[in-house]
Structures are given as structure tokens and as C-alpha cells.
């Protein structure tokens, strides 16, 4: 069986998990063979499975336990609000240094090399803000509607938590994740190349479901203007399509709980497929019109250069784009072997229904499962067998959406698009594995 | 519109949500009106919505704003990991005091009444510890697996998290969750009722990869011993075929980390549909048996007194059941109108496929609105509208099962396993809206 054939090989699950930085060091100097060693030693002698080494050399006898099996731990509710290991603190948002002047209007990446399954946790949770975040009082906070409509009105948090609620998982992506790779590899890991993603359930109100209480025009009224309460007055256009779809939420709730401060709490658009920017945080407004509105953030930012020199306006779905984020650039593959290879794959037009990874670059493909629930406009993880013979590979993954689209190469992408975008890259994305075990970023057209 | 005509309508979301205590004593004092007017004149005068008040009254003029509409707010990862608004600080587990004599041993329940949808925010996730928890060294860590198989073996943590990976959303229950209700009204909240309860997408290797690689004997080997690490080596019996069905998962991830210390870091048995105790925590052993082995934990605790004085035992299947956690027990109806009843439903059969509500005591039934997605032992989020005419009401909500089990009333589950059990308490809940808008834990039969 190609597992148990493969028991040395191992993977480092997140470039700050499990080794130190010597075992790491001894890999790159070559000496891989001495850390397996250490590590088979290392299963045989360290403190944890005392039991089952004695139990498993067919010795009942309990020699030495670790301090956690003989001793009373901490109660119940230790903290009312629970918190990760300290052996995971290395697992965070971090920001790109010098990416902004300020940390206000920066980023945080989430660290997608260290995550399982659909959901992110709110605590990583990637950061864009244009004026930094505030913790808004919610007994303070309001959501005004206006415009093309019959009665305007001003509403309380009380007032929307009452309503009609509904609950739906879906992803969120910033335009302009993947945005430094547009002419060349730009960043080594893929908490930086795509860590403005994340995926979770949020709960809210269907905007639609506000608009018929004020009385909205849908015949005239054909876009609606959604505001934010931060310093930047953040302001977006949102076709009236996307809200009588009923999918477009005005949200409270993420992953159970309340929003997060840094994602909008109390009050936040949700718009499924949308990128990130027009999911408005600390939403105080909304305005019905008949026309878009050419705010700053959709005339002069959030706009794609195009090859003849022209920009491209109000694009803001999300293309279907997929990648592999173990193993993923930083990492390293401590030996030949039996390897799962897992990823994310997304669409903004709905479901995501086939992925396949190439180990060679792109000439042969395999088809991964899909990891249940399938959801439209949510992230579907991905995983799939492979046994590394010890040669550098190449590991990519591409994605096919509902509507038959493929997700392109670097090739195809640019001949549309250029090399000079900001935005909307959603090409495949390409690891290369060397012969030391080491995987680092690379382009393939 | 029902809603529109019940716009004064309000319910706190959580007891510990959005209103201050002078508020809801000024309710319960029959001062309603004044309360009501507080808040209109709140919703029209108080800082926030300056800018949306002007706008509104057909005035552009920005007279003042709020200072997180005028200042730069924090950076992004000021928090390199993140945590809930400061408003939201008392939204958190709790132990029920003197339940036990000591916190090591005792439960810690989830907020019910304050989450939406169906994810469990990871930091509220009940507790129920036997002996503390610890923060195990996950490098230290290991799990053997040894009885009727060819191969004994260890397993370190980077062993497990290279092998196939699958996740899935399950709900976990404590066996003993309602425990206190059986005779009487116990508790006066749903976080004391029902929050041994959470859900989370659960990420790990399926148990019977790991008794593949180890040629377990599944012809004699029809039971499995779980066994913890904490101090109380917690073991418990788990019948072969759940592991042949590939649902039972050595788990490392939860809700898209690692597990969190109390919840089992490094490694704990997910079995779905199961009660919680036998989703043994920082798991060190798995032995394959010809019987069960009837541990202190399956022989003394976790059995069910049946009414002609005998014990039920290995009744671990977590049957249909439901709750309407808003408005729940200890919460107020500001006013009558409109509100959203919101609740959770789950079994340990598979899909919940229907969850009907009653006002009134159990007379009239209305079918529910599922939310999406509807997964297989997974808690399913339920809404339905409801308008209050202000008199006394009593809320009740039925699950169905796809296997066509009806979740029953008090008095059915009393026909069947008397009043002195501890365990497997499904009965349906009812809490009592009183004229006053106070809703109180009642029992009907």
C-alpha cells in the first residue's frame, strides 16, 4: 500500500508548525537522512506514548507518563472565551511591511498554508481597511435607507436583529488578492500570494427584505449605494440584480457569533461572489438610485489596466480560482513518500464542480475530491493522493465552476488581461518542490 | 405588512445583548411605554446616525458625526489574532457552580441564546472535562494503535497529518445535555438547557485508514477502545461498524485550526451522531476488540435509569431534538410584533428534514424555514416569522429526522424511560412568554 510504503515521508503543515528550526536547517543542508533518524528515535523514546511504547513492546507496565496524564488540568471555563495553543501562536494575520504608509489602509494575510476545510476562523480572518477599524458601539450604531424610495428610515441594531434571519456560507475575496503576481512571482508564501480569502457563515437580514419595508423603486431604482461608518466613508455600487436575488445580506453574524470589530461589527454587506470591497463594513447607508455612482474606490482604485492602456470598470466578480496550499511555497517536504496535497477552490458565479492537480506542471492531471458541503459562492476543499519519488515537481491545481468555466493559466490570463493589473488574477498558481524538499513559488505559463 | 405594522417590536438577542439593566427594569416594571419612547427617541437623537438623520430629513449638512467616522482607526493585525467586539464580552461559556466539586470535572455551556446559524464560534464550544484540560505539546504527543491487529503502531502528529484528510460538519452533545430537566424545570436558560451542544467542521484521517495500515482483523475486531491522555484515561467502546462506515475521524482540525486545548489539541475521535463523551479527547490509543469493555465511564456513568429500576447501557446514539434558542428563557419581548423565532435542530440518525413551531402551547403547528446547508448529524438552523399579540404564548419547536423519527413531547419520553434518568433527555422545549415579555422554562407534557 503506497501509504505504509511511504511511512518516512512527512510534511510541515504550516511553515511555523511542529519543527524546529535546526531539524529545518539539517533538511536544507542535506542531511535528511540524520533528521529522520532523530525522528524515528524521537517516536520511539519521547515522553508522550510512554504507555503505548510499553503496551506496543507487549509490556503492560506504565514506566514514565507525561505531566498531563497524572495530574488534575485547568477547569472548565478556565477562559469564558477559548483561545488557540500556544503551540500554534506562529499561526497569525500578518500584514506585508511597507505593502501601505500606514497600517490603517494595509492588509493583513490569512494564513492559508495552516487551515483545513471551508471555514475560517474569525480570529484569522484577513484585514483590509481603508481608514483602520474601530469597535462601533452597537447601541449607537444606525443604518439609514434613502433614495428611491417610498419612506426613508433609520434603523436600529434591535430593529434588523428581528427581522426575517437567514444564514448562508460563502466566501470573500479582495480584489486584488493574487494581485502581485500579475508580471512575475512576486511573494514566496500562500498566506501572501492569496491570504485575502477567507470563508465563513454569515447571518443577516436580506437587503431585498429592507428595501420592501421602505417602499423601494425596482423599476427606476436599479442600483443601490452601500456606505460605511469608518473614516474612509467607504462607498460602493451594487447592481439591483444581485439584491432582488435575495442573496445580498446585510449581516450581523459571522461563523455564529457577532461579527468581528475589524470585519464591520455590528453591521456589514454581504454580496456572495462580489469582491471583498463591496461587502461595505460598519454599514450606515443605504441609497437607492438609477445610476452607479463612480465613487473613488470604483473610478481610480478597484479598476483593471488593460493591455491597450484602457481600464476596465465595475468589475467585480469573482472568477473561479483554486490553490493548493499544502504543500505551498515556504514549505518543505522532509522526505520522499506518500504526501496529501490539499487546496481551495472558489467561483463567484456558483458552485465549484471538478478540481484537478498536476504534479508535472501541467501535462498530466488527476481529479481531487471534493470535501463535502459543495456550496455555491464558498470556498470547496480539495484533496488528493501523491506519492513524491524524490525529483523536483511541479504542483498545480485548476478549477472548474457550474457554468463550465476553467480556471486559466498564466498564458491564457494574460493574453486577455495584460501584465499590469492590480486586480482579478485568477490564474493557476504553481509550486515547484526542488530535490532538497524545499517548495517555492513559480510562474508557469 | 406584518413586519412594517410591528416595527416597535424588539427582542434582546441574548440576555447580555444591546440594553442596560435600568432598561429592562423599567419593562418588567410595566414602563414600557417609556421604554419605547426612550428608544425612538434614541433611534432619532443619538450620536451614530447624525449623517443618515440629515440626509434623511432632506438636509445634506453633516452636523456631527461619531469618532470612528472621523479618525484613523486601528491597524490591520493590531490583533494578530483576532477577538470578539468588547460589547460582546459577556456572551461566554459558563459553568453551572457547584455542579461538581471541582472545575476540572465539570461543564462549561455554550451562550445558545446569542449564536446564529450553525457553526459553534470555536472559542465558546462547551466543555466537559473528566480530569482539566491541558495544553498538550503536540510533538510530544503520539497515538498508538495496538489489539487484533498485524502491526502494531506509533503515530506522531506529522505521521497523521500527511495521510488522507477529509473534513466534515457534525455536531458533538454531551449525553447528559438537558440532564437536569427530566423531572422538573431545572434551569432557567437554554445555555444551562441545551448548551452542551456545539457544531464545528471537523478535519482529520478517517479511523479506518488508520486500522487499514495496521491490518486490524475486522472479522473478530468488532469493537474499538478510545482512550485519552488526560489524567482521567478516558475510554470508551466504539462499535466497528461506525469505523467501517468511514465517518468516525481521528480529528486534528476544527473549524478550519487546530483544535483548541480544551476540546483535545492535538488529536481527538470525532463520532458523528454519537454523544460527546465518546469523542475522546487528546487521544493516545486505539486497541481493536472481540467485546466491549465495559470502562467505568460505560458501566457506572453514562447509563440510563429506565423506569422498572434497571440500567440501559451503550445507549449512545443522540436522537432528534430541537430548540428554539431566540427568544429563549430568560430574555424579554420589548413590545408585541413581529419577530423572527430562531432555533436549532439536529440527529444523530442523519438529516433533519422538517422542524415545525408552536405559539400556543402544542395546539397549532407551522413548518419552519431550513437554512442551508442541511448536513447529515449536523445542527440545522431553523426561522419562522411570528407576530406577538401580546398575550400570554408558549414556543415549542418539533424536529423530523429522514429516518421519520418524530422528536416527542415530556410526556411521550416519560412513558417510555420515567423521570429519574440523567442522559439522553430529547423531549421538546417549551418556554412561556408572559404578558410582560419575560420568557421563562416551562414544562409541557
Known amino acids: ?27 536544507k543542508d542535506g542531511r535528511r537522512d540524520f533528521l529522520r533518524k532523530a525522528f524515528l528515535t524521537a517516536s520511539a523514546v519521547m515522553a508522550g506514548p510512554t504507555v503505548a511504547r510499553a503496551a506496543a513492546a507487549g509490556d503492560p507496565a506504565i514506566l514514565e507518563l507525561p505531566p498531563w496524564s497524572t495530574s488534575l488540568g485547568q477547569s472548565v471555563a478556565a477562559n469564558p472565551y477559548g483561545m488557540p495553543s500556544k503551540f500554534e501562536r506562529a499561526l497569525a494575520r500578518r500584514e506585508s511591511p511597507g505593502l501601505t504608509r500606514v497600517g490603517g489602509s494595509s492588509v493583513a494575510f490569512t494564513p492559508l498554508q495552516g487551515l483545513f476545510g471551508i471555514i475560517t476562523p474569525s480570529g484569522l480572518h484577513f484585514e483590509r481597511h481603508h481608514q483602520g477599524w474601530h469597535d462601533v458601539d452597537p447601541s449607537q450604531h444606525r443604518l439609514m435607507v434613502n433614495g428611491l424610495v417610498k419612506t426613508n428610515a433609520v434603523f436600529t441594531m434591535d430593529d434588523i436583529m428581528r427581522l426575517p434571519s437567514v444564514s448562508r456560507i460563502h466566501f470573500i475575496e479582495c480584489g486584488a488578492n493574487t494581485g502581485m503576481e500579475w508580471g512575475n512571482v512576486a511573494v514566496p508564501t500562500v498566506q501572501y500570494s492569496h491570504g485575502m480569502l477567507s470563508c465563513s457563515e454569515f447571518t443577516g437580514v436580506a437587503l431585498k427584505e429592507l428595501l420592501d419595508m ?47 470589530p475589524e470585519n464591520g461589527y455590528p453591521l456589514r454587506l454581504v454580496v456572495p461572489g462580489v469582491q471583498g470591497v463591496s461587502w461595505v463594513k460598519w454599514l450606515r447607508r ?44 515556504g514549505q518543505l517536504l522532509l522526505d520522499k513518500g506518500f504526501y496529501n496535497v490539499s487546496g481551495m477552490a472558489w467561483s463567484g458565479r456558483g458552485k465549484v464542480t471538478r478540481v484537478d492537480v498536476s504534479t508535472d506542471g501541467g501535462i498530466n492531471w488527476r481529479q481531487a475530491r471534493l470535501e463535502t458541503p459543495v456550496l455555491s459562492k464558498a470556498v470547496t476543499r480539495f484533496n488528493i493522493d501523491w506519492v513524491w519519488d524524490g525529483k523536483p515537481a511541479i504542483l498545480q491545481s485548476r478549477a472548474v465552476d457550474e457554468t463550465g468555466y476553467v480556471q486559466p493559466s498564466y498564458g491564457q490570463l494574460r493574453k486577455v488581461r495584460g501584465t499590469k493589473s492590480i486586480y482579478h ?21
Open 425 to 445: 488574477n485568477n490564474a493557476i498558481q504553481s509550486w515547484k518542490v526542488a530535490e532538497s524538499g524545499e517548495v517555492s513559488n513559480v510562474q508557469v505559463l
Open 286 to 329: 443605504i441609497e437607492v438610485g438609477d445610476k452607479p455612482w463612480a465613487s473613488k474606490d470604483e473610478a481610480v482604485h478597484y479598476i483593471d489596466l488593460m493591455p491597450d492602456g484602457q481600464h476596465r470598470q465595475y468589475t467585480s466578480l469573482q472568477e473561479c480560482k483554486s490553490v493548493i496550499t499544502t504543500p505551498s511555497g
Open 1 to 27: 500500500m503506497a501509504i505504509m510504503d511511504a511511512r518516512p515521508g512527512r510534511v510541515r503543515p504550516a511553515p511555523e508548525n511542529f519543527l524546529t528550526d535546526e531539524q529545518i536547517a539539517a533538511v
Open 214 to 260: 421602505c417602499g423601494a423603486d425596482y423599476r427606476k431604482g436599479r442600483f443601490v449605494l452601500a456606505e460605511g461608518a469608518d473614516g474612509s466613508s467607504m462607498t460602493r455600487t451594487i447592481p439591483m440584480e444581485l439584491i432582488e436575488s435575495g442573496e445580498v445580506l446585510v449581516a450581523y453574524g459571522m461563523n455564529g457569533e457577532m461579527l468581528r
